[in-house]
């Protein structure tokens, strides 16, 4: 299974989350900033995890972007999982939600629920023990992704 992990990322951590993903996804999956993303870098990949900071309350700019520049079906075939980072805050927003819906509008399945991680102050580092909660989502991402069902159980956007 060709996999893809893409992020973006201002001060490191969502990268480190998507590194542990990639790492657990194996497969010569590799963590791929969106930042000066090849043309044609999603050709013939089966799996894509999209990861952002929240950045008042929503995906940056760049990952807006590249949502925004998926046709309709570019990613039918495609299981695909979002992710974000983010503070803790009593109102925090949302990222990975809204990516992975605008990846279910292009055609992707999802097979994971939106997950978010989280940062203690705005440059980070990654909260205690969320590393390893990278490694555990990327496992059960994996499960799914090799099962045949249409959509992941209670995975419903
Ligand atoms: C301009 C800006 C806006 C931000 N807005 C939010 C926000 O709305 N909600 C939130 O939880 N975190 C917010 N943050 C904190 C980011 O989520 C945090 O910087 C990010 O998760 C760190 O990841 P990175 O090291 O990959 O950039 C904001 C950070 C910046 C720099």
């Not at 990268?15 to 000066?36: D, M, R, Y």
Request: hydrophobic fraction near 45%; proline fraction near 5%.
């Amino acid at each position: 299974m060709s996999t893809l992990v893409l992020f973006d990322s201002n001060f490191g951590n969502t990268q480190k989350v998507a590194e542990a993903i990639a790492a657990e996804l194996g497969n010569g999956a590799t963590a791929t900033p969106l930042a000066g993303l090849a043309k044609g870098a999603l050709e013939g990949v089966d799996l894509l995890v999209v990861g952002s900071p929240i950045n008042a309350w929503k995906p940056t700019p760049r990952t807006q972007e590249f949502l925004d520049g998926l046709g309709a079906d570019t990613l039918r075939g495609v299981h695909a999982a979002a992710f974000d980072t983010r503070v803790r805050l009593f109102i925090h927003g949302d990222a990975a939600g809204k990516i992975s819906h605008a990846l279910g509008k292009a055609g992707a399945r999802i097979v994971a629920r939106p997950r978010g991680f989280i940062v203690e102050g705005r440059e980070g580092p990654l909260a205690a023990g969320e590393v390893e909660g990278a490694t555990a989502w990327a496992r059960a991402i994996a499960v799914a992704a090799r099962g045949a069902g249409p959509r992941a159980p209670g995975v419903t956007d």
